[in-house]
C-alpha cells in the first residue's frame, strides 16, 4: 500500500489501482490552516456522518464508498494506528477523477458569503434581495461554487468561472449539488436543525459523476439550532464556526502559524460535534 497525501483532515493511502483508503484523522482547520490543536473523536464523527449521509443521498447521486466494515479494516497493511485507532474512522472508497471546484450550497447568508453581499450585494456574481441581515434565510437556496486547495485559500468565484475549470459539467454539478441539499436539509429541518450552508466534492468513477470525500459533516456543513435561530443574530452553531470565531475574536491575521485554542474552546467544538452526530445519527429512521 502506497501513502498519497495528507490533506487538512484526512490521510490518503493507495490500496490498489482501483481503491483508495481514507483515514480521518482529529486534526481541525480554520480558516485554510491546520491548527495546532486536536479535537478528539473528531475523525469518528466525520467518517460516521459521511457514510450515513452518503447512503441517504444515493438515490440522487451514486457515491464513492465502499466499505468501513470492520473485518475490511483490519485487512489494510497499514503501520500508521493501532486497530482501534483505525475503527470507525477509516473508509475503503473508489477512485475517482477529480472535479477541481468545490460545489457549496447556500441556504441562508453567513461566513464568505456575508462578507461578500456586505460589500457587493452579490455572491459569486449572484444578485441577492436588498437589505438582507446576517444569517437571513435566502429566497432559494444558490449554488456558490469556489476554487479547492490543500493548502493555500480557497476563493469563491462564479458560475462561469467554475465552467472554464470544469467545463459543461457545471449545469450537472450544480444541479446534483442543490437537489443533495434539499433532501438533506429537509431531513435536517424535520430534527430542530438548520443546514444553512455546506460543500460538496464530485469526481468521476467510470464515467459517471460521482460525490466524493465528506458529506455534510460539521467541518464541511453549518448546522443551526433552529429553534434559537434568529436573522441578524450569531446561531447558536453545531460546526466549527465557534473556532472561527475565536479566531477573529483574538485578530489572527489567517497567516501562519495559527495560534493554539485554549481548551475551552476544544471542549465545546467536541461538544457541538458530538451533539450533532447524535442528532443527525440517533434519529435514522
Known amino acids: 500500500m502506497k501513502y498519497l497525501c495528507s490533506?487538512?483532515?484526512?490521510?490518503?493511502?493507495?490500496?490498489?489501482n482501483s481503491c483508495l483508503v481514507f483515514i480521518t484523522t482529529d486534526r481541525i482547520s480554520a480558516y485554510d490552516h491546520i491548527l495546532p490543536n486536536n479535537i478528539l473523536g473528531k475523525g469518528k464523527v466525520l467518517t460516521q456522518m459521511s457514510i450515513f449521509w452518503m447512503e441517504f443521498l444515493s438515490d440522487i447521486v451514486p457515491n464513492h464508498f465502499i466499505s468501513a466494515n470492520e473485518a475490511d479494516i483490519r485487512k489494510i497493511p497499514l503501520n500508521i494506528g493501532t486497530p482501534?485507532?483505525?475503527?470507525?474512522?477509516?473508509?475503503?472508497?473508489?477512485?475517482?477523477?477529480?472535479?477541481?471546484?468545490?460545489?457549496?450550497?447556500?441556504?441562508?447568508?453567513?461566513?464568505?458569503?456575508?462578507?461578500?453581499?456586505?460589500?457587493?450585494?452579490?455572491?459569486?456574481?449572484?444578485?441577492?434581495?436588498?437589505?438582507?441581515?446576517?444569517?437571513?434565510?435566502?429566497?432559494?437556496?444558490v449554488f456558490t461554487p469556489s476554487t479547492k486547495s490543500n493548502k493555500g485559500n480557497d476563493i469563491n468565484i462564479t458560475f462561469e468561472q467554475a465552467r472554464s475549470i470544469v467545463g459543461d459539467d457545471i449545469e450537472e454539478l450544480s444541479r446534483i449539488s442543490l437537489a443533495l441539499y434539499s433532501k438533506a436539509s429537509k431531513y435536517a429541518d424535520d430534527r430542530g436543525i438548520i443546514l444553512a450552508d455546506t460543500k460538496f466534492e464530485f469526481g468521476r468513477v467510470d464515467n459517471r459523476i460521482t460525490l466524493v470525500d465528506e458529506v455534510l459533516t460539521p467541518d464541511s456543513s453549518r448546522y443551526?439550532?433552529?429553534?434559537?435561530?434568529?436573522?441578524?443574530?450569531?446561531?447558536?452553531?453545531?460546526?466549527?464556526?465557534?473556532i472561527r470565531d475565536w479566531l477573529d475574536a483574538n485578530h489572527w491575521n489567517h497567516k501562519p502559524p495559527p495560534p493554539n485554542l485554549p481548551n475551552k474552546i476544544i471542549e465545546e467544538t467536541h461538544s457541538r460535534y458530538s451533539e450533532i452526530y447524535g442528532i443527525i445519527m440517533n434519529a435514522r429512521k
Open 224 to 242: 443551526w439550532n433552529k429553534f434559537s435561530w434568529k436573522p441578524g443574530e450569531n446561531p447558536f452553531g453545531f460546526d466549527k464556526q465557534i
Open 84 to 141: 482501534d485507532y483505525l475503527k470507525d474512522r477509516t473508509m475503503l472508497v473508489q477512485k475517482a477523477n477529480m472535479f477541481d471546484i468545490e460545489c457549496i450550497v447556500r441556504g441562508y447568508l453567513a461566513g464568505s458569503a456575508w462578507r461578500e453581499y456586505n460589500t457587493t450585494g452579490k455572491v459569486t456574481g449572484l444578485n441577492l434581495p436588498l437589505g438582507l441581515k446576517f444569517a437571513d434565510k435566502l429566497p432559494q437556496p
Open 7 to 16: 490533506g487538512k483532515v484526512r490521510d490518503i493511502y493507495e490500496l490498489d
